[in-house]
């Protein structure tokens, strides 16, 4: 076992790379909780869910990148390598799928997260964009867009309001995330 190579607090938002069947590594987001493991959920017949199974693997992403971000929380994104090149830190992690339940008439399992090699790749100045954390709260309501016990009427009122975050603080890549929010979340 290794040390995860970032502080966890809370909810830390990540983006998980797992190996599918077809030997490519789907990228999706995964919030991780820091609890003693670490755990993450996993909602619905995902990759992600699946491939966990699986593989019983997965490299963990700690990225900057309001794009790559987006990408990974609301499109199937698949790519040749583990560890993504917007990557400032990464763990490879072992999970284990430790409870599962219907909620809403949606699968969720909960996974216990142990990393057993990382590796800080950047070392940033942190800052906070307020651009960057409305372009993550948006995949989280357009994610739940159609998902049966969530009011599609108040997730479009966040989703606009998160649009006018961007618009006001964020910078290119945050008005570029959002922009491809707005596209998944309207069917696109």
Same mark, same amino acid.
């Given at each position: 076992?290794?040390?995860?190579p970032?502080a966890?607090?809370?909810?830390t938002e990540?983006? =998980?790379?797992?190996?599918g ?6 990228a ?7 609890? #003693?493991?670490?755990?993450?959920? #996993?909602w619905?017949n ?5 491939n ?5 693997a997965g490299?963990v992403?700690f990225?900057?990148d309001?794009?790559v ?10 790519v040749? *390598?583990? =560890?993504?090149?917007s990557a400032? @830190? ?5 999970v284990?799928? =430790?409870?599962?339940?219907e909620?809403?008439?949606t699968?969720?399992?909960e996974?216990q997260?142990?990393?057993? *090699?990382s ?11 307020r651009?960057f954390n409305a372009v =993550?709260e948006?995949?989280?309501?357009a994610s ?9 009427d ?6 606009d309001?998160?649009?006018?975050v961007?618009? @006001? ?17 309207d069917?696109?």
């Open positions: 076992m290794t040390d995860w970032v966890l607090r809370g909810v990540t983006v =998980v790379t797992t190996r069947p077809d030997e490519r590594w789907n999706a987001a995964l919030g991780i909780r820091a609890d #003693t493991p670490a755990t993450a959920t #996993t619905g995902t990759r992600t869910r699946r966990f199974h699986r593989e019983g490299v992403q990225v900057s309001p794009v971000f987006a990408r990974a929380a609301l499109s199937i994104h698949e040749d *390598e583990p =560890v993504l090149e400032d @830190a990464w763990a490879r992690v072992e284990e799928c =430790v409870g599962e339940r909620e809403d008439e699968r969720v399992e996974w997260l142990a990393p057993v *090699e590796e800080v790749v950047r070392e940033r100045v942190p800052t906070v964009n651009g =993550v948006a995949t989280v309501a739940r867009l159609g998902v049966p016990g969530y009011d599609e108040v997730l479009r009122e966040r989703l309001y998160f649009t006018d961007v618009d @006001a603080c964020g910078g290119a890549r945050e008005r570029e995330a959002m922009a491809f929010v707005e596209r998944c979340a069917g696109d």
